[in-house]
């Protein structure tokens, strides 16, 4: 099973000129939700806006928003409440700020869906979506209490008789998890919308359109006994069902997280033919090549998806997969093609583990945009043996926001490194990432992420 430490989607940066395309969808979301406005059970004396509580009956899926109050948690029962809460500020496509009714402040990480960051694909277009959806409104918050890594209060957002998880799924600026943590009319309702092209679906959404056709044509998402131990029998499988060959440098695999990628190197797949990528170590060929993932398998057992996206960020192709699916590939199947004396290797996993982020500082005194080497991430080897950083990376929670290190720079057995997100001369135990704009890391709650030059995953670390 997959661990998650993130909440993110990942893709390139886009202009914002398609959000204007959903204001009919909006206009209609709000009509609709004006016809029907009743009070949601729990704490609901002074609500300005609210909803029914009504949990929808087990098994019922609905094809758009509803004016229920879904369950978005399927193992959660009991101890929900409702208040209306002042918006304060937007963070994202999927987090705001907000004033409770004691004047105590709270970040709010919405309940059901993963949108893009503000500099990723799709980004400020989804932002924007959910800047007009609150439109300066009270909003209702139901939650239980729960938190997340980062300390944000997990809650369902509404506005109204309108469920602004739904909403924002419909339009296709955020995705739907497979894995329970979103009601199934989230899925039914994610389905139309990339049925129709919306958002994060459309086949241009983060630039021009490769116009390949793949499809993943299998998933081994469950090896046999504990999957991080196992992971040469997980895999998934894709076919280039079009009619030219592809080269598929620079194109991607991930999951529903953002943890999890696999950039593919040069390999050419030419029409008819299918490809496994296995999470495991292994030797690159022919149509098999490996992940090598580190820690933990990559694909969920309790449900995942699988996005195959080409080196603009589109979503080329998706199959998403619930626990237990039927049809999903046998775990014993083997992978298509079986390369000769391939065997999995630990030689790099060992080199790997070697290198720990020991301290970070996302918030740098004063302004961070004008103090970036005030902001930084500190690593150091804890091994025996001098590190070559020669094609590692280190990179935030987006994809936009990559470091990569200096090509022959070795960090020395027991050494530390601080890498500065502003600009300076680079040495032995200070580098300088030297970025233009913004600062990197976001600090309401952010992730660091160190990769080999294999891109497995080395290590990571939150705050």
């Known amino acids: 099973m ?7 989607w990942s893709g390139p940066a886009l202009s914002f000129d398609r959000v204007r395309s959903l204001a009919p969808l909006l206009a209609l979301s709000f009509l609709l939700a004006a016809c029907t406005t009743t009070q949601p059970a729990g704490d609901s004396a002074g609500l300005s806006m609210s909803t029914s509580l009504t949990s929808p009956s ?15 948690d399927r193992s959660r029962t009991s101890s929900r409440s409702a208040a209306t809460t002042s918006v304060l500020s937007i963070h994202d496509g999927d987090t705001i700020k907000v004033s409770l009714a004691d004047g105590a402040t709270e970040v709010v990480r919405m309940l059901g869906l993963n949108a893009p960051e503000r500099n990723e694909c ?34 369902e957002v509404w506005v109204g008789s309108s469920d602004v998880a739904a909403e924002m799924v419909a339009a296709g600026a955020a995705i739907a998890y497979h894995d329970g943590r979103s009601p199934a009319k989230l899925l039914v309702i994610q389905e ?23 499809e993943v044509t299998a998933i081994a998402y469950d090896a046999p006994g504990d999957d991080s131990q196992n992971l040469d029998q997980e895999w998934v499988r894709i076919t280039n069902t079009g009619e030219h060959t592809i080269e598929l440098n620079g194109w991607q695999v991930r999951d529903e997280s953002s943890v999890n990628r696999y950039t593919f190197g040069a390999v050419t797949f030419g029409a008819g033919e299918s490809l496994t990528l296995v999470s495991g170590c292994g030797n690159d060929g022919g149509l098999v090549v490996y992940w090598c993932a580190s820690g933990a398998a990559v694909w969920n057992n309790g449900g995942d998806a699988v996005f195959v996206m080409d080196p603009a960020g589109n979503t080329v192709a998706y199959r998403g997969y619930d626990e237990g699916d039927p049809s999903a590939a046998p775990v014993s199947q083997p992978p298509t093609t079986t390369i000769a ?3 999995p290797t630990t030689t790099s996993a060992s080199a790997r583990a070697e290198v720990k982020i020991v301290a970070l500082n996302f918030d740098a005194p004063g302004n961070d945009n004008e103090n970036k080497n005030g902001e930084w991430v500190r690593l150091r080897n804890e091994g025996t043996s001098a590190v070559d950083l020669t094609g590692w990376r280190l990179q935030d929670e987006g994809p936009n926001h990559t470091y990569p290190f200096p090509t022959g720079y070795t960090l020395a057995a027991g050494a530390e490194v601080t890498v500065h997100t502003g600009c300076g001369t680079d040495g032995e135990t200070e580098l300088y990432w030297c970025v233009g704009g913004s600062a990197v890391w ?3 709650g952010d992730t660091a992420f160190v990769y080999d030059a294999a891109g497995a995953l080395v290590d990571s670390a939150s705050r």
């Open 341 to 343: 004396g391939d065997t």
């Open 58 to 72: 087990p098994g019922v899926r609905s094809s758009t928003p509803s004016s229920e109050a879904p369950s978005t």
């Open 2 to 8: 997959s661990g998650r430490s993130s909440d993110r």
């Open 192 to 214: 139309s919308a990339r049925a129709a092209g919306r958002g994060l679906w459309a086949t241009d959404a983060c630039g021009a359109s490769a116009g390949a056709s793949l």
């Open 442 to 444: 976001n600090n309401t």
């Open 122 to 155: 799709y980004g400020a277009e989804s932002t924007a979506l959910l800047t007009d959806l609150l439109g300066g409104n009270s909003v209702t918050l139901v939650q239980d209490g729960g938190r997340d890594q980062f300390g944000r209060l997990l809650a």
